[in-house]
């Protein structure tokens, strides 16, 4: 048995191809696997639990069916769908972790995030996230219309697309310090995040001692995940 990780799905209606491979992967792997972790931007966009769009579904379905098969399923805000909630969590069975999260990954003590937090380099991006991550600008967006909601969700990808065009590969990376004061904080010698679209392992010293950042990547291209047991962990692509 193995525990899998993946990360940046981003399911929408841009890429439908992906939502097949989700849905593949949900009934070819995962069910075989002992849990699964989903750090952080499973969609594109989520703008509510009560406006689950019909591009979704097929995936919410499958993972319904794989949480009904007793296969535990935890999913991580992303970025991208910072907004999931508890009907969330009914429809599809599984259950929302904080960010972050640490856990004992056989015997390992393991940090799990999205990775955008350690981003401390792109304050822009820090400054934003802030503002929507506040109960207040929640409790607002989740009182417009459905409508309302899908052109200021638009609107914000549209932004932060010509955003990142304009900014260095290093500066929306992870910042180094950040990494470590995290992995100190928690006490841990293994982080394993996505969101920066980078799959990697990083070697790195903390306090002397040997030390893993294992970097998830996207499924737009790199289909990327990490199966792992009590001999490791293996980061692959699913391709």
Request: charged fraction near 20%.
């Amino acid at each position: 048995m193995s525990t899998l990780f993946i990360a940046d799905i981003h399911l929408g209606n841009e890429h439908p191809e992906i939502s097949q491979r989700f849905v593949e992967f949900l009934q070819q792997q995962a069910v075989a696997a002992e849990t699964v972790y989903i750090l952080g931007d499973l969609f594109e966009v989520w703008i509510g639990d009560d406006a689950v769009q019909p591009e979704h579904q097929a995936a919410i379905k499958a993972l319904k069916q794989l949480t009904d098969v007793g296969t535990p399923v935890y999913v991580m805000h992303g970025n991208r769908d910072f907004l999931l909630g508890q009907q969330f969590e009914k429809i599809t069975g599984c259950q929302l972790i904080s960010d972050p999260l640490l856990i004992d990954l056989y015997g390992t003590p393991t940090l799990l995030m999205h990775g955008d937090s350690l981003c401390t380099d792109d304050g822009e991006y820090m400054q934003m996230r802030q503002q929507l991550r506040s109960p207040q600008w929640q409790q607002q967006f989740l009182g417009a219309s459905i409508e309302q909601r899908l052109q200021v969700a638009q609107q914000y990808r549209d932004e932060s697309r010509s955003r990142s065009q304009n900014k260095s590969q290093q500066i929306m990376d992870v910042n180094t310090n950040a990494v470590i004061g995290s992995m100190r904080q928690h006490g841990v010698t293994q982080l394993i995040h996505g969101h920066t679209h980078r799959p990697a392992v990083h070697d790195l010293k903390i306090d002397a001692q040997a030390a893993q950042r294992i970097v998830l990547g996207d499924w737009y291209s790199q289909n990327s995940s990490l199966h792992c047991d009590k001999t490791g962990c293996r980061l692959s692509n699913l391709a």
